[in-house]
């Protein structure tokens, strides 16, 4: 214990950061100088994983009041409690806002209310917001302004308004990243994220949010887009063309497909995952994906393999393609190609770029069989064709799988085989 009370206050600080805040709290007890030392800590977090539901309140009133550091990097709070009110957040908020809070992080259970100080909405130090389970309400016009807050986490979060979310972004001049994942629970009609600075945007829908009519998207900076779209009802969406973008996640019900593909046409890589009906054309036409690189695909989904072809065709510059189920579909995964239509031309892209082909939980059966001989007969600069071997007992012998493929034909003389069960490459074959 003399060792490490002869190290410097700023170094035992650090090595109390590490601990939870209840159990650093706790050292205060160990000799008059360690009795002030949590007081300076840099990241605070109160949850009942470290102190008890009923004695949570006590114990945050009691401490955070007596924090000195000039600044917070960072705060926590995780509440499930129903006799902490909104007012005692709000408290909390605020003394966190006086010490110039830098991230924050509230997740607040128990009441529809509002838990934010209107001191908040003009934090000039907060960098991080995450938000999960709250209300947000009572959201000021266009006068406050978050200034420094780049990282945006919206989860399962209730709105008063339809316009609640997209008064919040209009503070947020220098937002980059948002996240926000719509629960099942709330009642919002529409929601517009409409963010100049914005540079990644992950947007989460779930599939019984079924009151929602339209949403539109704004966000001419961005470089990378997820979206996942479970709501199955005729959602109007309406995404602005996105000239930055490299790198997009697609998995949309098949009916919002054309609205996604028209903005990201600029996109470098893209992994996609869609259904389509049976009478749906894949996504239009005109649409060219010039800057294209790398297209993983899933193939989990009814009629997928038309979307495959569709993007073969408008990928004249694919070099990367990937085959990849996104979920354990069990059966699903062989019934979702019923068919393969095989391309009238061979497209650009076998011709002149694909350079990389991978077959993620490769099966053997007919469909799938069809679309590896197509891409082996085909691609003319093929370096490598790489087939993992589905773990499942779809009683297809792993060696025949190797077997097969090996007799059929390649384009390209270069290209190699590979085989991998699990982890391993199980062989290889020029």
Not at 89 to 97: D, F, G, L, P, Q
Not at 136 to 151: F, G, N
Not at 164 to 187: K, T, W, Y
Not at 339 to 355: A, G, K
Request: net charge negative; aromatic share 10%; hydrophobic share 40%.
């Amino acid at each position: 214990m003399s060792r490490i009370n002869g190290l410097p206050d700023d170094l035992l600080v650090k090595i109390l950061s590490y601990l939870p805040t209840k159990v650093a709290v706790s050292t205060s007890i160990l000799s008059k100088q360690w009795q002030f030392l949590w007081m300076w800590l840099p990241k605070l977090e109160y949850r009942p994983k470290y102190v008890s539901e009923p004695a949570l309140k006590g114990f945050i009133d009691k401490n955070l009041p007596l924090h000195r550091a000039h600044v917070i990097e960072s705060l926590r709070l995780t509440i499930s409690d129903e006799h902490i009110e909104s007012e005692d957040i709000k408290r909390w908020i605020e003394i966190a806002v006086s010490r110039h809070v830098r991230e924050l992080e509230i997740s607040y259970e128990p009441a529809y209310e509002n838990i934010f100080p209107s001191s908040f909405y003009t934090c000039e130090s907060l960098e991080i917001l995450k938000l999960k389970d709250v209300t947000l309400m009572d959201v000021p016009p266009s006068t406050a302004c978050l200034p420094s807050l780049k990282t945006l986490e919206l989860d399962s979060v209730s709105y008063e308004r339809d316009e609640s979310l997209q008064r919040l972004l209009s503070i947020c001049p220098v937002l980059e990243e948002l996240s926000v994942h719509f629960g099942g629970e709330d009642d919002l009609v529409e929601f517009s994220i409409i963010v100049p600075s914005l540079q990644r945007l992950s947007l989460f829908i779930d599939d019984d949010y079924l009151d929602l009519d339209r949403y539109v998207i704004d966000t001419p900076c961005l470089k990378y887009f997820k979206l996942e779209d479970w709501n199955d009802s005729r959602t109007y969406c309406e995404i602005k063309n996105m000239p930055t973008l490299e790198e997009a996640f697609v998995d949309v019900f098949f009916s919002r497909l054309e609205s996604v593909v028209e903005s990201i046409t600029s996109v470098k890589r893209l992994t996609i995952c869609s259904e389509q009906e049976e009478e749906e054309d894949v996504y239009g036409g005109g649409f060219v994906f010039n800057e294209l690189e790398h297209l993983k695909l899933c193939l989990c989904k009814k009629k997928s393999s038309n979307v495959l072809a569709q993007f073969l065709k408008d990928s004249p510059n694919l070099r990367v393609l990937e085959i990849s189920p996104m979920e354990d579909h069990g059966d699903d995964v062989l019934n979702g190609m019923v068919s393969w239509n095989e391309p009238s031309c061979v497209p650009e892209c076998l011709l002149s770029s694909l350079e990389t082909f991978k077959w993620s939980q490769y099966f053997a059966r007919r469909q799938g069989r069809e679309i590896a001989v197509y891409m082996l007969k085909n691609a003319c600069h093929l370096e490598e064709a790489i087939f993992l071997a589905d773990t499942r007992e779809f009683g297809v012998p792993k060696f025949k799988m190797v077997k097969e493929l090996t007799l059929y034909s390649r384009a390209s003389s270069t290209c190699e085989l590979v085989f991998v069960e699990g982890h391993h490459v199980v062989s290889r074959h020029k």
